[in-house]
Nanobody, 121 residues
Framework: QVQLVESGGGLVQPGGSLRLSCAAS????????MAWHRQAPGKQRNMVAR???????NYADSVQGRFTISRDNAKNTAYLQMDSLQPEDTAVYYC???????????????WGQGTQVTVSS
């Protein structure tokens, strides 16, 4: 099993920055991709940014150029640097990981508990 712990959320003024972290622990053979999703009240959960093995990255159009995803493979940790935050970025941000717990085992999807990001003056 893989456990994810997110941190770094909070309240920030428009135009400000936050950095989210997602640390994976437990029985990990390999991590194939790490991603951040977000869900605003009354809306569906959508992908914000994704980073895969070999470091190719993908971003939602709404955050392209403002958010940067990165990962530290040695620490099994992903980061989301969020700059120029706007009120519409307010949401609960969730970390998602695709990983194998053992050699030859299935690739499974794991979710963190979420961290609140609020952008308001």
């Amino acid at each position: 099993q893989v456990q994810l712990v997110e941190s770094g959320g909070g309240l920030v003024q428009p135009g400000g920055s936050l950095r989210l972290s997602c640390a994976a622990s437990g029985t990990i053979f390999s991590i194939y991709a790490m991603a951040w999703h977000r869900q605003a009240p009354g809306k569906q959960r959508n992908m914000v940014a994704r980073i895969a093995s070999g470091d190719p990255t993908n971003y939602a159009d709404s955050v392209q150029g403002r958010f940067t995803i990165s990962r530290d493979n040695a620490k099994n940790t992903a980061y989301l640097q969020m700059d120029s935050l706007q009120p519409e970025d307010t949401a609960v941000y969730y970390c998602k990981v695709l990983a194998r717990s053992r050699n030859g085992g299935p690739v499974s999807e794991y979710w963190g508990q979420g961290t609140q990001v609020t952008v308001s003056s």
